[in-house]
């Protein structure tokens, strides 16, 4: 067995019972204060420089291990407004909360990842240069001036200097220990979309004297499905899904006012661009038919595009710890990453991690869970990365021949 994997195998107990006290006791987007704190007495314990109140509530850590490049790797921290539905004895403590994504067994796994590589260090195994650990906020969602935590994290400079970034998402619904990864676009980008459809009451037996905000909407939410299937190529990738509608005061009057909101999805900023237009024409027969609509969409996450060096790098790297029909070519995906906002400041691969069940459980659902095996395969697949992408960094560029 690899010795590194075997390490960090050797650290399971704990991380486990890490990813369990985390999971008790989940923390929403910018209030992750006792996950921070764990995660910042750990990797100090394990030997990392620690800054905490990075972004509010995130941390950045460092290994110093003289002149070098600089990677960093990411492990988001946020849990979700969704009450769970378990009987498991770590299942959450706190009402209307839970990690339903995995970013519990992310940050368990990143304090593996940190012991892995100071025991490198003191061995004097790590490659020279730096490491940065990023525990970050709020991947989940963004704040009042729509900043999610990666992007603030990058405002407040944790991505300074950085020569690489990694970062991994447990996947409870594909196969354990298989990792999907790809160049190019990974994680599409993501914007959320507002619409408020303005009508007119009136008693539900006498509709015409009113102006019916309900069929309204309905017109306006069946035109914008009809943007992708027509605005965007059978070959091109792009997705609108409105997720909420509410209006109405009482099953008797014609309802006044309509609202609802959804998201979008692309990976071609053309793509986006035609969504967006085709919103807003699609409401805009709502003004058409005596109504009155106001569309708003808002930006979100960009795509991830994982840079074909780094990649490969990493691809490299893990090859050892993997069975060969485990490094999975994987396609896009249509799911969003802040991720993307560390990778615009540095060359990035995020990849998935397989932690499934034998019963797969979706992410964001209430009876979500994982398989906690996948925890240390985790730990060492980032650490193994980090050497690596110092050592190929830090590799002197090959001479050029003469003219």
Not at 151 to 174: F, N, P, T
Not at 236 to 264: C, H, W
Not at 328 to 354: H, K, M, N, T, Y
Request: overall charge negative.
């Amino acid at each position: 067995m690899d010795p590194l994997l075997e390490h960090a195998r050797k650290l399971a107990p704990l991380l486990v019972e890490l990813r369990r006290d985390l999971h008790r006791h989940p923390e929403l987007s910018y209030q992750e204060v006792r996950t921070s704190e764990i995660a910042a007495r750990e990797v100090a314990r394990a030997g990392f420089s620690v800054r905490a109140g990075v972004a509010r509530t995130g941390i950045v850590a460092e290994l110093e291990n003289g002149e070098g490049p600089t990677v960093a790797i990411r492990a988001d921290m946020d849990a979700l407004p969704i009450q769970e539905e378990s009987e498991a004895p770590y299942a959450s403590t706190v009402p209307g909360v839970m990690h339903a994504c995995g970013h519990d067994a992310h940050t368990a796994g990143l304090v593996g990842t940190s012991i892995l590589l100071a025991a490198l260090r003191d061995a004097g195994e790590l490659p020279k240069g730096r490491i940065r650990l990023l525990f970050q906020p709020s991947e989940e969602g963004m704040d009042a001036e729509g900043k999610s935590g990666a992007r603030r994290m990058v405002e407040e400079g944790a991505m300074e200097g950085v020569d690489a970034v990694v970062g991994l998402h447990v996947g409870a619904h594909l196969p354990t220990g298989r990792m999907y990864l790809r160049e190019g676009p990974f994680f599409a980008g993501s914007d959320e979309v507002f619409v408020t459809v303005h009508g007119q009451s009136s008693h539900a037996a006498r509709p015409q004297d009113g102006v019916d905000a309900v069929a309204l909407a309905s017109l306006g939410v069946v035109a914008a499905q009809q943007v992708v299937s027509r605005r965007v190529g059978p070959l091109e990738r792009g997705v609108l899904t409105f997720g909420t509608i509410s209006g109405g005061t009482a099953l008797n009057v014609v309802a006044d006012r309509v609202e609802l909101s959804g998201t979008l999805r692309y990976f071609d900023p053309d793509v986006r661009k035609r969504i967006r237009e085709g919103i807003r024409s699609a409401f805009a027969t709502v003004d058409a038919m005596g109504g009155r609509s106001e569309v708003r969409i808002q930006d979100g996450y960009p795509p991830v595009v994982n840079d074909p060096a780094v990649t490969g790098w990493v691809r490299e790297a893990v090859a050892p710890l993997l069975p060969e029909d485990h490094l999975v070519l994987s396609d896009p995906w249509l799911e969003a990453e802040d991720f993307a906002f560390l990778a615009r400041e540095a060359p990035g691969a995020f990849f998935w991690l397989g932690a499934g069940l034998p019963d797969p459980r979706r992410h964001h659902h209430p009876r979500f869970d994982l398989d906690e095996s996948a925890l240390p395969l985790g730990s060492a697949i980032l650490a193994r990365s980090a050497t690596h992408l110092l050592e190929r960094l830090g590799a002197p560029e090959p001479a050029r021949g003469g003219p």
